[in-house]
């Protein structure tokens, strides 16, 4: 009896513990739920797809399949507080016309459709994911690329920094960066938008953790939390407008 009774507490410890781990993982997330009466447009682009595989990591793994995962997490997390969310894609696919001829073609047909899908949408905010890689395996760390054509978007770029640093990497001391016109969807882009190289595949720790579904789960999560505090330090009209239905 005694031994029983034993197992039944250590079995509800354990489901204190993980429900803990899980208000310190999610807990944020879950606080801003009802924060905005007025929810709006957020545009998630998964970068790569299909038969361009991006970036590659020191373990083999190929960049699209990263930054979809991460993603669907943000998607799960916008949806869940009530954000109307548009995916580029929420597959291994290209968004390119696939009957072209050559891949520069392809590409080039990507590129411009996922920028019809950000100008279709409207006002709207736009937050791409992508993984960064250098012939030196030394380098690591996100970092934040925003789009010159709206003021907001250094905002909503530093407010994702600060949460990433923050709650994933600590020792990151990477600025934030203005896109140029080789970053084509930001430069071209009249929404406040982000681009976020979350980490260095050619770092094999850090492509470790890139890999890991727990540390894709945070990432997502600082990239949300990062959006909220954003939108808490604009003024009531600046939100409504800068999130329209």
Do not use: W
């Amino acid at each position: 009896m005694k031994r029983k009774a034993a197992c039944f507490i250590l079995f509800c410890g354990a489901i204190a513990l993980f429900a803990m781990q899980t208000l310190q993982a999610f807990g944020i997330v879950a606080f801003h739920a009802d924060f905005f009466a007025k929810k709006g447009t957020v545009i998630i682009d998964a970068g790569h797809g299909g038969e361009d595989g991006g970036a590659i990591g020191s373990n083999g793994v190929l960049e699209k399949e990263i930054n979809l995962a991460i993603a669907l997490e943000l998607e799960k997390n916008l949806k869940q507080n009530n954000f109307d969310v548009i995916m580029v894609r929420d597959s291994d696919r290209s968004v390119g016309d696939q009957t072209l001829g050559s891949i520069s073609e392809r590409k080039r047909s990507d590129t411009k459709n996922r920028l019809s899908m950000v100008e279709e949408a409207g006002e709207c905010i736009l937050i791409s994911i992508h993984q960064n890689h250098f012939s030196e395996s030394k380098y690591s760390g996100a970092q934040v690329f925003y789009s010159p054509n709206r003021p907001e978007s250094a905002e909503l770029a530093e407010a994702i920094r600060q949460n990433i640093v923050q709650d994933l990497q600590p020792e990151n001391k990477r600025e934030n960066k203005e896109a140029g016109s080789n970053i084509y969807l930001l430069h071209k882009c009249q929404v406040p938008g982000v681009l976020v190289e979350c980490g260095f595949l050619s770092n094999p720790e850090e492509n470790g953790k890139l890999c890991n579904e727990t540390y894709q789960k945070d990432m997502a999560a600082a990239i949300y939390n990062g959006l909220i505090d954003y939108l808490e330090s604009q003024p009531s009209e600046a939100s409504s407008s800068s999130l329209s239905e």
